[in-house]
C-alpha cells in the first residue's frame, strides 16, 4: 500500500515556493525605468555610429572622386608620352 504524504507540508513548501517565484519575477518601476534608460543610451550610442558610418563613407567618396581623377590624369599624360615618342621616332 502507498503511503499517503502530508498534504500540509506539501501545501507550505507549495505555497512558498509559489510566492517566491512571484516576488523575484515582479519588476518593479526602478526596474523598467532602468531598461528604457539603458534602451535610450544604446539608441543613441546606435545614431552616433549611424553618423560616423555616414561620415566615412563621405569621406571614402570623396578619396575615391580624388583617386578617380588622378588614374586620368596619369592616362593622359601617358597618352601625351605615347604620341610624343611615336612622333621622334618617326623623324
Not at 500540509?8 to 519575477?25: E, K
Not at 575615391?64 to 615618342?85: G, I, S
Amino acid at each position: 500500500m502507498l503511503r499517503s504524504l502530508p498534504v500540509r507540508p506539501l501545501m507550505l513548501a507549495s505555497a512558498a515556493c509559489a510566492s517566491l517565484l512571484l516576488l523575484g519575477g515582479c519588476a518593479t518601476n526602478s526596474d523598467l525605468d532602468k531598461v528604457r534608460a539603458q534602451a535610450v543610451q544604446a539608441q543613441q550610442t546606435a545614431d552616433q555610429a549611424n553618423q560616423a558610418a555616414a561620415a566615412a563613407n563621405q569621406k571614402a567618396d570623396q578619396a575615391l572622386n580624388a583617386a578617380n581623377q588622378a588614374n586620368q590624369t596619369a592616362n593622359d599624360t601617358n597618352e601625351k608620352l605615347n604620341r610624343m615618342f611615336k612622333k621622334s621616332m618617326m623623324k
